[in-house]
Structures are given as C-alpha cells and as structure tokens.
C-alpha cells in the first residue's frame, strides 16, 4: 500500500457537494473579484483568528510584503526573519527594499526564539518576523517583550500555522499583523494561490487594502492615492476556502491525532519528531523528523511507496540571492537543514498508514519492532 505525502483528493471529495454549491453560487453573480464571497470570508477568517481585521490577498508571500510596506518599513531597515523558513519570508522583505537579517533557532522546536532574535539585533532593526514552522507557533510572549523593549514591529508569518494557538490565542493573532498562505497544500487550502492578513490595527489593514487594489482610495474605483499592485484575493478562492473553513477544526484535530499516532509509532527509533513546546497546541502541517541518514532514509521510504518532501533543505541565507550577505555562523539550522524530513501528514490519513511508515522506517535503521497495529 502506498502512502502519499499529501492526500488533498480525500479532503475534496469529503465536501465535493459543498464545494460545487459554492461554485456555482458564484458563477450565478458573477461577481468574480471582491464582491460578497469575499467579504464574508474575510469577516469569518478575522473571527476566526481573534482579530478585528481581515485582507484577503492573492497569496502569502504579497501578504508580507504588504504589511512591510503599510508600516513603512524600506531601504535602509533591517527586518530580522529566521533562516530556517521558506525563502518567501525572506524575499518578501528583499522586496520592499529591506535588508533580511538572519537568526539561528532552537534545537528542539527549530523555531526563533528571543534569544536567537536579540544576537542579531542592531541599530537598524525595525522589524521581526516569526515563522510559525510546521504549524507551531513560536514564543510569542518572550519575543513580543523583546520587541517591546526596542520599540519594534512583529509580524507572524503563519503561513503554516492555520488553527494554531499559543497558550489558548489563535495563530495571526499575536502581533501586529499576521500573514496566511491558503497555498493548495496548506492546512487551508484554496483552488490555487490566495492569501490574507490579519490585524487588530485599522489604519494598517486600509494600507494594506489600498495597496492590493492599484492603490484606489476606498469607495472611489477612479481614484489612487497610492501606488499599489493588483493583488486581491479572487471571490472562487474565497467560496473555496468559506467551505473548507467549516472543516479546519475537525481536520486540524484529525492532524493532531495522526501527530500523537507517529509519536507512539517512532518511539524508540533513532529518529526523532520535532519538538511541541508547552504552551503552543500546534496544527500539525508537517510531521518533521530529524535523522543523520536522511537522504538515505528518504529514498528507501520511497522505494516501498511512502512519500515525504524536506522542509527545508537548504537554509535562506545559504540561498544565491543572500550568500553574499555578512552573517554570522547559524549551526543549529545548518545542522537541522541536513537532517530533516517530513513525513506524510493529512487529515484522512490512517493509523494503519502511520504504522506502515514507522515500520518502514524501523526496516530501515533495523530496529527491533513491535507488530503492526490493527486500524481501530
């Protein structure tokens, strides 16, 4: 039996009614970009994330760069982002003209922590962005005191943290501005690239909507006070992910089930699952482990048809378009980028299907096992 690395055809056809429903209630308006869909996702997504605010965007990587932008922050500023991320986190504030400072992370969950953050502080710092990685969020609470005592803006990057909470708060929710992918793969996840911000600060989620929309000055479509992109989150995105929404509990429960299944399954292997700290009720997108053999580890899980992806391998500042960066010695993420591997991880996955990949991962390291469990 093979074992993909994600299912999304279980998860569609699960709300297949639903979601023809939905398309065809927007083809009846016809009202393609903004309109009802929109707003109303948007207004279930704030909600939903504990915030008063919601732009939906047409991806998370505009969503970043929007919020840099709508705070003002450019050329001549240092935005410190983890380098343990997807380069997108990065990217997006080459983009507005800032300079990506990068900070190492901890061993054990392989997020930023204050710490990390504070040894690259300097003079020019204006902002932090936070990745919640894997679907865990990081220590809110340290960095958002930290960040106070200097007078600087945080930004969460949960582009995989949909549903996550920190002690009982919502991912998104606990900073400034949080910024979601709704990328096909994600926990959330549209019919194609769609994004969103949320905030608790009014004036900033009106830059944000004026720079996604060509700049237009709310209420009059002719004229621009600014110059924006056409960056807006399409209304069949928006239908998709108001269906899919209805469901993220549910599914973000099932992940966690998976999650607890894999921790009995792998224990006592030579491998281990990155860390969940106390305080932090993760959404469990990605299953990581780490494993010193990893390559070869991954391709025998491929030989007997287990899928797994690398999340990442190849750090942000060791990428081309930041290598020539002055940087200090990152050796945790440098370490964990050789190490890494996701496992399969979905909603609709079975626990016959963990069990199948933990033995295969036993064969691997031929440690002694335990038979394999009936499915409940």
């Given at each position: 039996m093979?074992?993909?690395?994600l299912d999304?055809?279980?998860m569609?056809?699960?709300?297949a009614?639903?979601l023809?429903?939905?398309w065809?209630?927007v ?7 903004g309109g009802p869909?929109?707003d ?13 605010h919601c732009?939906?965007v047409?991806?998370?990587?505009v969503?970043l760069e929007l ?7 450019g050329r001549?500023d ?9 380069i997108?986190?990065a990217s997006?504030?080459?983009a ?5 400072v990068?900070?190492?992370v ?5 997020l ?10 300097t003079?020019r710092?204006a ?13 809110m609470?340290?960095i958002?005191?930290l960040?106070?005592r200097r007078?600087?803006?945080v930004?969460e990057?949960a582009a995989?943290a949909h ?13 400034r ?5 709704f990328y ?11 994004g969103a ?5 009014a ?11 060509h700049?237009r000055?709310?209420?009059d479509?002719y004229?621009?006070?600014?110059l924006?992109g056409n960056e807006?989150l399409d209304a ?10 209805r469901?993220?509990p549910a599914?973000?429960?099932?992940r966690r089930?998976v999650?607890?299944l ?6 006592g292997?030579?491998?281990?699952l ?5 305080g932090a ?5 990605l ?7 990893r390559?070869s580890?991954r391709a025998a899980?491929?030989e ?5 992806g690398?999340?990442y391998?190849?750090?942000c500042h060791?990428?081309a378009p930041?290598?020539?960066?002055r940087r200090p010695?990152l050796?945790?993420t440098e370490q964990a980028?050789a190490e890494i591997l996701s496992?399969p991880m979905?909603?609709h ?5 963990v069990?199948q990949?933990?033995d295969a991962?036993a064969g ?6 335990q038979?394999v469990?009936?499915?409940?």
């Amino acid at each position: 039996m093979k074992v993909p690395f994600l299912d999304l055809l279980a998860m569609h056809t699960e709300l297949a009614s639903e979601l023809d429903v939905a398309w065809r209630a927007v083809v009846q308006t016809s009202r393609f970009v903004g309109g009802p869909e929109v707003d109303t996702f948007e207004a279930e997504w704030a909600a939903f994330c504990g915030t008063r605010h919601c732009v939906g965007v047409s991806n998370g990587t505009v969503a970043l760069e929007l919020v840099l932008a709508g705070l003002g922050i450019g050329r001549g500023d240092d935005v410190i982002v983890p380098a343990n991320t997807f380069i997108a986190t990065a990217s997006a504030v080459a983009a507005v003209g800032a300079t990506p400072v990068f900070a190492d992370v901890d061993p054990a969950t392989l997020l930023v922590t204050s710490e990390t953050i504070a040894a690259q502080l300097t003079e020019r710092t204006a902002a932090i962005i936070v990745v919640h990685l894997y679907g865990q969020p990081a220590d809110m609470d340290a960095i958002n005191a930290l960040a106070a005592r200097r007078g600087l803006c945080v930004i969460e990057d949960a582009a995989q943290a949909h549903g996550a909470t920190w002690h009982g708060r919502p991912a998104g929710g606990l900073s400034r501005a949080g910024c979601f992918s709704f990328y096909p793969g994600k926990n959330l996840g549209a019919f194609g690239d769609a994004g969103a911000v949320v905030t608790d600060d009014a004036g900033l989620a009106e830059r944000i909507r004026v720079l996604s929309n060509h700049g237009r000055s709310h209420g009059d479509p002719y004229r621009h006070d600014a110059l924006g992109g056409n960056e807006r989150l399409d209304a069949l995105q928006a239908a998709v992910l108001r269906v899919k929404l209805r469901n993220l509990p549910a599914w973000n429960e099932a992940r966690r089930r998976v999650a607890g299944l894999y921790a009995e399954a792998l224990a006592g292997l030579p491998v281990r699952l990155v860390s969940v700290a106390p305080g932090a009720v993760s959404s469990h997108h990605l299953a990581v482990i780490r494993s010193p053999r990893r390559d070869s580890l991954r391709a025998a899980l491929a030989e007997v048809g287990i899928g797994t992806g690398i999340h990442y391998p190849i750090p942000c500042h060791l990428q081309a378009p930041f290598r020539a960066m002055r940087r200090p010695p990152l050796p945790v993420t440098e370490q964990a980028a050789a190490e890494i591997l996701s496992l399969p991880m979905f909603p609709h996955m079975t626990e016959a299907q963990v069990w199948q990949v933990a033995d295969a991962i036993a064969g691997f390291v031929a440690a002694p096992r335990q038979p394999v469990m009936e499915a409940g």
